[in-house]
Each structure stands twice: as structure tokens, then as C-alpha cells.
């Protein structure tokens, strides 16, 4: 197979939900479709499980576990499949964000019954700033939810997305039927028992033909061409390229569980998504079919094993082959790198392997050489970006509460901020360092790390920050700005990248700012133009 081929074959997303909507759920389906794995039950075991949700050590164990499953690779109809695994838990969802920036499209899980809930919006909306091709997959067609074109509705309006179905559901719930697929224009009948079977379908061009109403019933059939006349008047027939484009989200109805509707969109899906085409970098467009490789380590996941303290750089192949034992140049040291072991990874295990084309994911055992972001060339000073940092939600001082191992905590909490753990910012006024994480929790994995894997040992204090929101001056010489620093002293810090930071105490006083000193823009994501 030529190269190019070999890029063309390659599917590369994610799949996103609100937690509970049927993510795992689906993911497995998938992989029984690719024949990856034997049973259901396979990945779910490695879920991230709600119970845990106070038990922090109980939660990175089963992080740990789940590095196998950060990728799940698996070949269907000849397409190299690979889904990248994204935490629905929301005091993770900064791993999520960072895995976006490596997928080429994502599939959007959403609960019939539940509709558009709050990850949802946030993670689409991501999506959305990027561009990224999305197909809204509505799951648990089995139970009574709401009407599809109330959810057709409020997809739009949450996510502010632009959707056309390309399957619709024949009943729901209890009267559930099946599915029609307007892709491919036939009928795919649900039996109640259908768990583990691929279901029959039935080619159904010409929806008018009598037949209709043997099949599935005289009502439900007059429902049915009532519906899908509706569609046709109301939505906009599918357009690939306004999909590629993230301006139209073709939708699927269906139910995960009982393996329904889920081969439709897994067909559809490996047609209409998009294989790796390019990447922006800071300094050029990368295309995918460039011979050089090209890449950058999207997520950093330490190993949970304390005997072996390495840990596990995900990096994103966007051009050329990554080859095994060859040098590349890690372009924030300005240092040639071998790797005599890179990992790829198939279905719920990984394994090393001698050359990966872009779309894949190799995992490289660090100690401590790579940080979220970094590129991977073969000479070139190339740098990738698009992985910028959101506003922590809370913030503490870390102190050092043993003074012989200061080294040791630095050191720790260096290592860990380039995990991307949480965000660390330096005080401008004394030097002292506050943590920000997304989620309390961070709080205890931070400690508890420092103190296993350093040997350091931390203490935090409070710190009431709202917001942090880095300043970008319309003119860093205007006497604004010279007043903003000497009013806001006490209220600036330095991120990790020496960036400033303004802490905003309350809503309120960040509003007030703004007031003040409209030529300071504060944003609350790290990239801006
Ligand atoms: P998540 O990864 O998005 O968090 O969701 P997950 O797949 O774990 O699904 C959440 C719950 O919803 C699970 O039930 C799962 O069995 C159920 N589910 C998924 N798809 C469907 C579907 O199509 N129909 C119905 N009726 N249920 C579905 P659970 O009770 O929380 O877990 P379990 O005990 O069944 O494993």
C-alpha cells in the first residue's frame, strides 16, 4: 500500500458525551463491528466508574488503567480506524479539550431522554471553534424520550449547530420500530432481544410502496412518511463538504446498547469523515502527504506503576512516518530524540511497532524530556499550535511543607504541570506559586503524586481567585497599562510560559477592570490573536 493510501484509510477521532449518554457504550460497539475485541464488557471495565467520583487514588488507579484504552484502534472495511478517548468526568476536561486538537472529526453522543446537557455544550463548542466535522449521534431510541425534532431543535439552538438526520427513528420507546436510514434508504427493524446481533436491514427505496405498512404497521407507517416529508421540507439535504467544513452535522438515531442503529453510523462514518488532511503549524501549513515527519505530544500520562516511573507521551502523527530507532529532533530542546520502543495501540492493548503514518498515535516512554505541545520533526523548527489553557476553576497556594526536599517539589510540580495536571502561576508581587485546576479534586492527585513519586510533600492554602484571565495590552507602553500593573500588583502572576496573568478576585471586580482599562483585554483562554 502506497503512502498516500495508507493516509487516505486512516479515521482519527473522538467521541464525546456528557457522562452517561452511552460513550463506552458505543466505543465497544465499534470495536465489535471491527471484530477488535470478543465481548461486550471489554472496555467498560475501564471506564473511569461514577462511584469513585470522591475517591481520588480510586479514580488514577483506574486512569492507569485506562492508558490502554486512550487510543482503541481497529480496522474495519480496510479503514484504520482510531478512536481517542476523551474523559467525560468534568474535572478532566482539560485532557478532553488538549485530545481535540488531535482528532480530524468527532461523533457527539446524546441522550434521547436527556437531551443536550452541560459537558455537551461545552465540548461541542470547542468543536465548533475548531471546525472540527461532527456527526450527532441521539442514543437509547429503547426508552421514552423526547420527540426527535424537539431534540433536532435543541441540538441546534444549545450546540448552534446546523443539522440534517441521515437516519430517523420509526417510534420510540416502547413502540420503538427501527430506524429508517435516508443515507442509504432502507429499514432496519429492532427485536427487543437483538443485543449481540448485527440486525437484518430491508432495502426500502420508494417509501410510498404498500409494503411499508406490512413491515411496520399501518400507523407507524403514515407516521413515518409524514416524518421524513418533514425532514425533506426542513432541513438541508447532506452536503459532505459543509460537513468537512463544520457548517452542517449529519444526524443518526439509534441505541448503543442494543447494537442498533450503530453499524449506519459506523458505514456512513468511515465514508464521509475525514482521513488527516493538514495542520497549522506557527510557521507554515503541514499537509498530511509531506514525506517529513511531523507531530506533537498531545497528552502526557504517567505511568501508575512506581517501579516504573516513566511515563507515556501521546503524539499525533499529522505528516511523514514515525519510525522506530530513528532520530527526531524535539524541537522545544533543540535535541535529536530516538525512540527504540514507540507503542501503538490496538483495540484495549498496545504494543511496539516500527512505522506509524499520520492519523495514528504512537505512545514514547519520557522521563520528563516532553511537555503538552511539544512537536516532533525531522529537522525543521517547527512548532504546532492550538492547545491553549482555559481558566482554572479553582485556585490554592502550594507550599512546601518540607524544607530539606524543596528541590525535589519543584522539580515535582514542574513535571506535573507539563503533564498538564493542573496550571501553575508565580505571584509577580512575592514569588509565591498558586496551582489553578479545573476540578477540586486535582488538588489531593497533586499531593498525593508529589508525595510518591518526589518524595515531596505539599500543603495548600486558600486563595479566592474568580477567574484567571491573561492580559494582552493594546499598547504595553500606554500609562493604562503602566497603571493596570501598579494598581492590580498585588492581583498578577506569571503562568508556566511567562505569560501574564491577571487573578480576578469576583465577577464583579473583573467587570470593574474591564471598565477601567478598556485598552487591556483580558482573556480567559492563553491563545488569542
Ligand atoms: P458514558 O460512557 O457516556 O458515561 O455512558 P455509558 O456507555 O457507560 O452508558 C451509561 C448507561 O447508559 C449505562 O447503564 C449503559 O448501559 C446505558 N446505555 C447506553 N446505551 C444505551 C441504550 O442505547 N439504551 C439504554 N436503555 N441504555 C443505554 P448503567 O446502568 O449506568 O451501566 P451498566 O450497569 O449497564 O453497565
Known amino acids: 500500500m502506497t503512502f498516500k493510501d495508507q493516509i487516505k484509510r486512516r479515521r482519527t477521532f473522538g467521541i464525546i458525551s456528557h457522562p452517561d449518554a452511552g460513550k463506552t457504550t458505543l466505543t465497544e460497539k465499534l470495536l465489535l463491528f471491527g471484530g477488535a475485541i470478543q465481548e461486550a464488557g471489554a472496555v467498560k471495565n475501564n471506564k473511569i466508574k461514577k462511584t469513585a467520583t470522591s475517591d481520588f487514588m480510586e479514580i488514577e488507579r483506574q486512569r492507569g488503567i485506562s492508558v490502554a484504552t486512550s487510543v ?7 479503514k484504520k480506524i482510531n478512536i481517542l478517548d476523551t474523559p467525560g468526568h468534568k474535572d478532566f476536561a482539560e485532557d478532553t479539550f488538549r485530545t481535540l486538537t488531535a482528532v480530524d472529526s468527532v461523533i457527539v453522543v446524546i441522550d434521547v431522554a436527556k437531551g443536550v446537557e452541560e459537558q455537551t455544550e461545552k465540548l461541542v463548542e470547542v468543536c465548533r471553534m475548531r471546525s472540527i466535522p461532527m456527526i450527532v449521534f441521539i442514543n437509547k431510541l429503547d426508552r421514552e424520550g423526547k420527540d426527535a425534532f424537539d431534540l433536532l431543535d435543541e441540538v441546534e439552538q444549545k450546540l448552534g449547530l446546523s443539522v440534517t438526520p441521515l437516519s430517523f427513528p420509526i417510534g420510540m420507546g416502547y413502540d420503538f420500530k427501527g430506524i429508517y436510514n435516508i443515507y442509504e434508504k432502507n429499514i432496519n427493524l429492532f427485536s427487543g432481544d437483538s443485543k449481540k446481533n448485527i440486525e437484518e436491514t430491508i432495502a426500502f427505496d420508494d417509501l410510498d410502496s404498500p409494503e411499508l405498512e406490512t413491515i411496520i404497521g399501518k400507523s407507524a407507517a403514515e407516521t413515518l412518511r409524514e416524518n421524513l416529508e418533514l425532514v425533506q421540507g426542513v432541513y438541508p439535504e447532506f452536503d459532505r463538504d459543509s460537513y468537512l467544513k463544520g457548517k452542517l452535522q449529519p444526524v443518526f438515531f439509534g441505541s448503543a446498547l442494543n447494537n442498533f442503529g450503530v453499524r449506519e453510523l459506523l458505514d456512513c462514518f468511515i465514508e464521509i469523515a475525514p482521513p488527516p488532511e493538514s495542520k497549522m503549524a506557527e510557521e507554515r501549513l503541514v499537509r498530511a502527504e509531506e514525506k517529513a515527519l511531523t507531530g506533537f505530544v498531545f497528552k502526557i500520562h504517567a505511568n501508575m506503576d512506581p517501579k516504573h516511573r516513566d511515563r507515556l507521551a501521546f503524539v499525533k502523527i499529522v505528516s511523514g512516518t514515525f519510525e522506530r530507532n530513528k532520530p527526531y529532533l524535539h524541537v522545544r530542546h533543540d535535541k535529536k530524540l530516538k525512540f527504540s520502543s514507540p507503542n501503538a495501540f490496538f483495540a484495549e492493548k498496545k504494543e511496539i511497532v516500527d512505522i506509524s503514518y499520520p492519523g495514528d498515535i504512537v505512545g514514547l516512554h519520557d522521563t520528563g524530556n516532553f511537555k503538552i505541545g511539544d512537536t516532533l520533526t525531522e529537522g525543521e523548527k517547527l512548532h504546532y499550535k492550538g492547545i491553549p489553557s482555559f481558566s482554572p476553576e479553582h485556585f490554592r497556594y502550594i507550599n512546601n511543607a518540607d524544607p530539606m526536599k524543596a528541590k525535589q517539589l519543584y522539580k515535582g510540580i514542574d513535571q506535573l504541570m507539563d503533564e498538564g495536571v493542573a496550571q501553575l502561576f508565580t505571584l509577580e508581587m512575592n514569588g509565591r506559586k498558586i496551582i489553578g485546576t479545573v476540578g477540586a479534586l486535582q488538588f489531593e492527585v497533586i499531593q498525593y503524586r508529589l508525595e510518591h513519586e518526589y518524595g515531596a510533600k505539599c500543603s495548600y492554602e486558600n486563595f479566592p481567585v474568580y477567574k484567571a484571565c491573561w492580559v494582552d495590552p493594546d499598547d504595553p507602553k500606554n500609562e493604562e497599562f503602566k497603571e493596570f500593573k501598579r494598581v492590580k500588583q498585588k492581583f498578577l502572576a ?32 492563553s491563545e488569542f490573536d
Open 494 to 525: 506569571k503562568d508556566k510560559g511567562g505569560q501574564l496573568v491577571f487573578l480576578a478576585d469576583s465577577q464583579f471586580s473583573l467587570q470593574m477592570t474591564q471598565q477601567k482599562y478598556p485598552t487591556v483585554k483580558l482573556h480567559f483562554t
Open 72 to 78: 482503541l484502534a481497529f480496522l474495519y472495511k480496510d
